[in-house]
C-alpha cells in the first residue's frame, strides 16, 4: 500500500480538497477511456413523471415501462414493442413526449443531427387508449410538438410550419415561402442556435388557438461553404448562412398565426434597427411576451403583445455597461402577469420578480453569489426553487425560496455538484448528484429533499476505478502576482514523491462565463486526465478572470479584450507552479479545445517562455473569422474595436512560437472554421515556424464518431509523451 499524502505545502495556495486512493491498483489504457463503455456512466434515460404524481415512466429496450414513485415496483408495460410496428417494421425510439392528457406519445426516431441543438426526424403518434400508430408529415421533420388540447402535432418541414389534425389528417402551412438558405418559419438561422441556444421558433399558445412563431430572412447573410470528402471525385459541398464579426444578420420577425382565420400577423421585426429577437414565451393564452436585445448586446427589452387589444407594450427595460447574457427562460405565475428570472444588474446574477401589471421589480436573492439557474417556480405557494453557487463557485447546491419574505432553505448537502429536474406540479423533483471522483447518482426525491429512491447509482464504475492507480487531487485558490485569486484543481501522480520533480500539463478552457473547476464528474476527460497521471504529470485546470460564477465583474473583466487578461493568469499560474519545489520549470505544457485551443495558442505564443508544449483543438486565431453574435457580445465589431482583435490574436504573434505546437482541427466544423487553423499554418509557414499538425475529415467541432477520440488522444498524448 502506498503511503498517503494529506497536505502539500503551496507556497500562497490554499488546498481545500482531499484525496484518492486505493488498493491493488492498474493503470488505465486508452482503447478503455475512448473506444470502449468500460468508464461510461448510466443515467436514467428519457425519466417522464406522469400526471398523477404517483408514477413515472424510463425507456428500457425499445419499451416504455411505468414504476411507481414510491416504491419502485415496475407496475406496467405502457408501449411495448409489438405496438411500434408499423408496414412491417419496428421503429426504434430515440425520443417521446406524452400528450397533455396523456392519451398520446409523441415519438422520433431516426435521428440526423444538422447543428448543435437542430436535427430531422421520423414522427410517429401513438393513441395509447386504440394503439393507432401513425406517421405524422409523412416525412422527416423537426420539432414535432403537441398541441396543448393533443389533437395536433406542428412541426417544421421544408423551412414551413406544418399543423397536422390528428382526428381527419387535415394539414395547414404557417408560411409557405420557406427555402433553404433563404427564409426559416418556424426554426432559427444557425448562429441563432449556437449563441442563442435556440433550435425550435414556435410556440403553441395554451389554448391551442394560436402559433407565435419567428420568420428568418436569411439572403443578405454571407455563406460559408465545407468541403466534405466522401469517396467520390469531388468533395461534395455543404453550404450554409454564418454571420461572421461585422458581417449582416437575417432580418427577424415574430409572428403569431391564428388557427381559426388562418392569418398570421407580423409583432416585431429587426429589419430596421438590426437588433436581435432571441426569445418568445407565452404568459398566458392573450399574452405573449419577446426579448429584444440591441446589436452591443447591452440593452434588453421585455416586449408583451396582447392577443386581444392587438397592441405592444415595453414592460422591462435593462442597461449594462459591458453586456447582458440572455435568460432562458421567464417563469410566470397562472394569470402571466408575474414573473421570475435571472439578471446580472447588481453585479451578481440573482434572482427578480416582476409585475408586469404595476412594474414592480423585487430583488429576491441578495448579491454575493451567483444564482446558476431557476429550477422551478410554484406560483400557488410563492416558492421558487433554483441552484446557486453560493457556498463555492465551484459547486452546485439546490435551494427554495420563498417570494414573500425571502426565506431561503438549503435543499442539498452533499459537497459537490446538483441538478435537479422537477416533474410536473413540483412535489418531486430527480436529482443527479456527482463530484470530481464521484461518477452521477440519480435520486428521486420530493421537493423538501427527502429521498424517495434511488434509480442510479453507477455502482459497476464505482468499482472499476475503486482498483485504478489513482494519485491525489486537490482544489485550491492560488494569488498571483497581480493579486488575483483564481480556483484550481490539481492531480497528482499516483507514485507522487515530493522529493522529485514532475513536468505540469494544464487543461484550459477560460473563455466567459466558463469553468473547469468543478467539483463535478467529468467523465471520459477525468480519465485522460488521470491516464497522464499516471504517465508522470501532474495535472492543473485554473479558472482564469473572465470564468463565471464569481460576480460581473469577475467575468466581464475581460471584456473588448478577450484573451488578454486570461492568458496573463494562466502564465502567472504557470509560473506559480513553477516555483514549486517539486515541479519541473522546464517542463510545463498547455492544452485545451475551441476557446481553450484559442487559450492554449496564446500559451505558446504569448508565454513562450514559461509554457514549452502546447496542443491547440479547434482553436480561434483570430477573432474576426469567428460568429457576430458571440464575438461581439464581447468585442464589439472589427470596424469598432481592431487593436481588441488583432493585439491578442495567436495568428498576430506566431512569430513568438519558440516550444512544440500541436494544431488540430476537424475539417467539417461548422461552427469554429478550420479556416482558423489554415490561416494560422499559413501564418506559420510564412515565419518558418516549426510545428505539427492533425486534421480529420469531415468532423465537425466535437471530432467524434467512431474510433476518431481513440485516435485523437492517442495523438495528443504521444505528442505531450514526446515533447513535455
Known amino acids: 500500500m502506498r503511503k498517503t499524502i494529506s497536505k502539500i505545502i503551496l507556497l500562497s495556495g490554499i488546498v481545500i480538497l482531499s484525496f484518492y486512493q486505493s488498493t491493488n491498483a492498474q493503470n488505465l489504457e486508452l482503447r478503455d477511456i475512448w473506444a470502449s463503455p468500460k468508464y461510461g456512466a448510466k443515467g436514467v434515460p428519457n425519466f417522464i413523471a406522469m400526471n398523477d404524481g404517483k408514477r413515472f415512466v424510463k425507456l428500457e ?17 405502457l408501449v411495448s414493442k409489438s405496438e411500434l410496428v408499423f408496414k412491417g417494421k419496428e421503429i426504434t425510439i430515440a425520443s417521446f413526449e406524452f400528450s397533455n392528457d396523456e392519451r398520446k406519445v409523441l415519438i422520433e426516431t431516426d435521428i440526423q443531427p444538422i447543428y448543435r441543438h437542430s436535427y430531422e426526424a421520423k414522427a410517429f403518434v401513438l393513441n395509447l ?11 422527416p421533420c423537426r420539432y414535432p410538438t403537441f398541441s396543448p388540447d393533443g389533437n395536433k402535432v ?8 406544418i399543423v397536422e389534425d390528428l382526428n381527419n389528417g387535415s394539414v395547414i402551412a404557417i408560411g409557405g415561402d420557406g427555402k433553404a438558405n433563404e427564409i426559416i418559419n418556424g426554426a432559427v438561422d444557425w448562429v441563432y442556435e449556437e449563441e442563442f441556444s435556440m433550435s425550435r421558433g414556435f410556440e403553441w399558445s395554451p389554448d391551442g388557438k394560436n402559433i407565435a412563431y419567428f420568420r428568418f430572412d436569411e439572403r443578405k447573410v454571407p455563406e460559408f461553404t465545407i468541403e466534405l470528402y466522401k469517396g467520390a471525385s469531388y468533395p461534395e459541398l455543404e453550404t450554409y448562412k454564418y454571420p461572421k464579426a461585422g458581417e449582416p444578420n437575417s432580418i427577424v420577425t415574430v409572428n403569431v398565426y391564428d388557427l381559426s382565420n388562418f392569418k398570421s400577423v407580423t409583432i416585431a421585426t429587426t429589419e430596421n434597427d438590426d437588433s436581435y429577437l432571441p426569445r418568445i414565451q407565452w404568459g398566458n393564452s392573450d399574452l405573449l411576451y419577446f426579448q429584444k436585445l440591441n446589436r452591443h448586446q447591452n440593452h434588453l427589452e421585455i416586449i408583451q403583445y396582447s392577443i386581444s387589444k392587438k397592441q405592444t407594450q415595453k414592460i422591462y427595460d435593462e442597461t449594462n455597461s459591458y453586456y447582458i447574457d440572455i435568460n432562458d427562460k421567464y417563469y410566470f405565475n397562472k394569470s402571466g402577469t408575474v414573473f421570475v428570472f435571472l439578471s446580472e444588474r447588481n453585479g451578481y446574477n440573482q434572482i427578480f420578480q ?5 412594474k414592480e421589480l423585487r430583488e429576491i436573492t441578495y448579491p454575493g453569489y451567483d444564482v446558476d439557474e431557476i429550477k422551478y417556480f410554484d406560483s400557488d405557494k410563492g416558492v421558487v426553487y433554483y441552484t446557486s453557487a453560493e457556498e463555492s463557485p465551484t459547486e452546485r447546491q439546490l435551494y427554495k425560496i420563498e417570494l414573500k419574505n425571502k426565506k431561503k432553505t438549503k435543499i442539498t448537502t452533499l459537497p459537490g455538484w446538483h441538478n435537479a429536474t422537477f416533474t410536473k406540479g413540483g412535489n418531486y423533483f430527480l436529482e443527479v448528484y456527482s463530484n470530481f471522483t464521484t461518477p452521477p447518482v440519480y435520486w428521486l426525491k420530493d421537493n423538501n429533499g427527502k429521498q ?16 485504478e492507480n489513482f494519485g491525489k487531487y486537490s482544489f485550491g485558490q492560488l494569488t498571483t502576482t497581480n493579486g488575483s485569486k483564481l480556483n484550481y484543481w490539481q492531480i497528482l501522480p499516483p507514485d507522487f514523491d515530493a522529493n522529485k520533480k514532475y513536468p505540469v500539463l494544464f487543461y484550459v478552457y477560460g473563455g466567459p462565463g466558463s469553468q473547469t473547476v468543478k467539483n463535478q464528474w467529468a467523465g471520459a476527460n477525468y480519465m485522460w486526465f488521470r491516464y497522464m497521471a499516471q504517465k508522470g504529470y501532474i495535472i492543473m ?24 487578461f486570461e492568458i496573463e493568469d494562466q502564465i502567472l499560474s504557470a509560473i506559480w507552479m513553477a516555483t514549486q519545489p517539486y515541479v519541473d520549470a522546464n517542463r510545463i505544457g498547455i492544452w485545451g479545445w475551441s476557446y481553450g485551443g484559442f487559450m492554449s495558442s496564446l500559451g505558446i505564443t504569448v508565454g513562450n517562455d514559461i509554457f514549452k508544449t502546447a496542443v491547440a483543438v479547434a482553436p480561434v486565431t483570430n477573432w474576426k473569422f469567428y460568429d457576430n453574435i458571440y464575438t461581439e457580445r464581447y468585442m464589439r465589431t472589427p470596424a469598432e474595436n481592431q487593436n481588441g482583435y488583432e493585439s491578442n490574436a495567436p495568428l498576430a504573434q506566431v512569430d513568438k512560437i519558440k516550444g512544440k505546437y500541436l494544431l488540430i482541427h476537424g475539417t467539417a466544423d461548422d461552427n469554429v472554421h478550420v479556416q482558423q487553423s489554415m ?5 506559420m509557414v510564412e515565419k518558418n515556424i516549426p510545428f505539427e499538425s492533425e486534421f480529420y475529415p469531415n468532423k465537425n467541432h466535437g471530432i467524434y464518431g467512431g474510433m476518431t477520440r481513440l485516435h485523437l488522444f492517442t495523438r495528443i498524448t504521444n505528442f505531450i509523451l514526446t515533447n513535455l
Open 61 to 77: 429496450d425499445n419499451e416504455i415501462i411505468t414504476y411507481d414513485f414510491k416504491t419502485g415496483t415496475k407496475l406496467a408495460t
Open 129 to 139: 387508449q386504440t394503439k393507432e400508430l401513425k406517421q405524422v408529415f409523412g416525412e
Open 154 to 161: 406542428a412541426a417544421v418541414l421544408h423551412n414551413n410550419i
Open 354 to 358: 416582476f409585475n408586469t401589471i404595476t
Open 452 to 467: 424517495i429512491r434511488e434509480l442510479e447509482n453507477n455502482q459497476s464504475l464505482v468499482n472499476k476505478l475503486n482498483i
Open 541 to 564: 485546470s485554473v479558472d482564469n478572470r473572465g470564468t463565471g460564477f464569481r460576480g460581473e465583474q469577475f467575468k466581464k473583466c475581460t471584456y473588448l479584450n478577450l484573451g488578454k
Open 679 to 683: 490561416e494560422m499554418v499559413r501564418a
